[in-house]
């Protein structure tokens, strides 16, 4: 199988999974106890049908949107994900870039295996910064004030990892960062050479923003799960969030809002943006699907914020669907971490053109030639 071979996310995942030894493809594709929520997530959108107008003219598509004071070439774009190097050696590298030549916002977790600085000085699309509130604050604060510094475009503070969630399948493989090889999957590694050898050979593996201050995730072996529960400072609340946004002074997001009551203190805070997420699944299982909570808070919230709906999508009707809803935006981790597992930044890119193609596509079928046209009155419900 190769890259061309590859024409909708689920390729690339088949891909990913032929080219990653299985504790790391495991971490991507894996979510929280049975693993109905990451279903759920992309199964929400069949629920909800679309209903085209015809005869509209539609020689010219304009699907760009603003959002977090960014105008974007695309109403889609990559959420912030930890531990990219593991996945393929470009890492966040390669993400960036590709972002960078779609025009659309890209984002790097506290947890990223690229600096702060790094991305500042060589990435010019809107760039935001996945904030993980840790018990030192001296970690905190250095995060906040080097963002400004990179000129960083958001901030956006993860809300709903209070403490790990019950990932199965990393328990069964053992995975940690950095990774331990175990009797059980040591066979996963050597089957996968390639993946061993950039591992080995290129730059040492780290936590770039975290490991001036912690060992843990670059020089000691930690579950993703363990770091959450033992680093991450469960005593966040919403008078923290507000003194984060002061200190911030900028774009302001809130990742991980699920309830109509969240998205209203969000807004009352002063956060420009919430995305809409119940962080792939991987968190409470059993939880709604980002789709299905965003009619609501797009009518709570939709005219004092830009609500942003994460998780789930994996073709541009699903995005269509979303901003007929009233998101302002998508985003999505997955859709193009296994195009980043499968091919690095060519992989990330050829996923975002097939992505952008199809919700161009789709506009043209929908009679539509700004996402500004899309409404509710465009959709069906089951």
Same mark, same amino acid.
């Given at each position: 199988m190769r890259i061309t071979d590859c024409h909708n996310v689920n390729d690339f995942r088949t891909l990913a999974k032929k080219r990653l030894p299985f504790p790391i493809f495991d971490y991507i594709d894996g979510a929280a106890d049975d693993e109905v929520t990451r279903r759920r997530n992309t199964a929400a959108y069949e629920s909800c049908d679309l209903v085209p107008n015809v005869l509209a003219g539609v020689e010219d598509i304009d699907m760009s949107v603003t959002v977090m004071g960014q105008k974007l070439a695309m109403p889609l774009f990559l959420s912030p994900t930890a531990l990219q190097r593991l996945f393929h050696w470009q890492g966040e590298r390669g993400v960036a870039r590709a972002a960078e030549k779609f025009g659309t916002f890209f984002g790097i977790s506290s947890l990223a295996t690229v600096s702060i600085e790094e991305i500042g000085q060589s990435i010019s699309t809107p760039k935001m910064? /996945?904030? *993980?509130? $840790?018990?030192?604050?001296?970690?905190? /604060?250095?995060?906040?004030?080097?963002?400004?510094? !990179?000129?960083?475009? !958001?901030?956006?503070?993860?809300?709903?990892?209070?403490?790990?969630?019950?990932?199965?399948?990393?328990?069964?493989?053992?995975?940690?960062?950095?990774?331990? +090889?175990?009797p059980s999957s040591f066979l996963s590694y050597a089957a996968k050479p390639a993946w061993g050898l950039n591992y080995m050979l290129r730059e040492k593996f780290e936590?770039?923003? =975290?490991?001036? $201050?912690?060992?843990?995730?670059?020089?000691?072996?930690?579950?993703?799960?363990? @770091?959450?529960?033992?680093?991450? #400072? /469960?005593?966040?609340? %919403?008078?923290?969030?507000a003194d984060i946004r002061k200190d911030w002074d900028g774009e302001f997001c809130l990742k991980g809002i699920m309830s109509v009551e969240d998205a209203k203190r969000a !807004?009352?805070?002063?956060?420009?943006?919430?995305?809409?997420?119940? $962080?792939?699944g991987r968190q409470l299982d059993g939880s709604r699907a980002p789709f299905d909570q965003l009619a609501e808070i797009c009518d709570a919230v939709g005219d004092r914020i830009d609500v942003?709906?994460?998780?789930?999508?994996?073709?541009?009707? $699903?995005?269509?669907?979303?901003?007929?809803?009233?998101?302002?935006?998508?985003?999505?981790?997955? =859709? @193009?971490? *296994?195009?980043?597992?499968?091919?690095?930044?060519?992989?990330?890119?050829? +996923?975002?053109?097939?992505?952008?193609?199809?919700?161009?596509?789709?506009?043209?079928?929908?009679?539509?030639?700004?996402? #500004? /046209?899309?409404?509710?009155?465009?959709?069906? %419900?089951?």
């Open positions: 910064f /996945q904030f *993980y509130v $840790h018990k030192d604050k001296g970690l905190n /604060q250095s995060m906040i004030e080097r963002c400004k510094a !990179a000129r960083f475009d !958001a901030l956006t503070l993860t809300v709903d990892t209070i403490v790990g969630g019950n990932r199965e399948r990393c328990l069964r493989s053992g995975f940690t960062s950095p990774p331990k +090889i175990t936590l770039s923003n =975290l490991k001036d $201050h912690v060992g843990e995730g670059t020089n000691v072996a930690l579950s993703v799960a363990d @770091y959450f529960n033992t680093m991450l #400072d /469960q005593s966040l609340n %919403w008078e923290m969030a !807004a009352d805070i002063g956060a420009t943006a919430i995305m809409v997420s119940n $962080h792939g942003i709906c994460d998780g789930g999508i994996t073709r541009g009707s $699903h995005v269509l669907k979303a901003l007929s809803v009233g998101a302002k935006a998508c985003s999505g981790g997955r =859709l @193009y971490l *296994y195009a980043l597992a499968a091919a690095g930044q060519v992989g990330v890119e050829r +996923i975002l053109g097939l992505l952008q193609t199809e919700i161009e596509r789709d506009m043209k079928l929908m009679g539509v030639t700004s996402v #500004d /046209q899309l409404s509710r009155d465009n959709l069906r %419900w089951r």
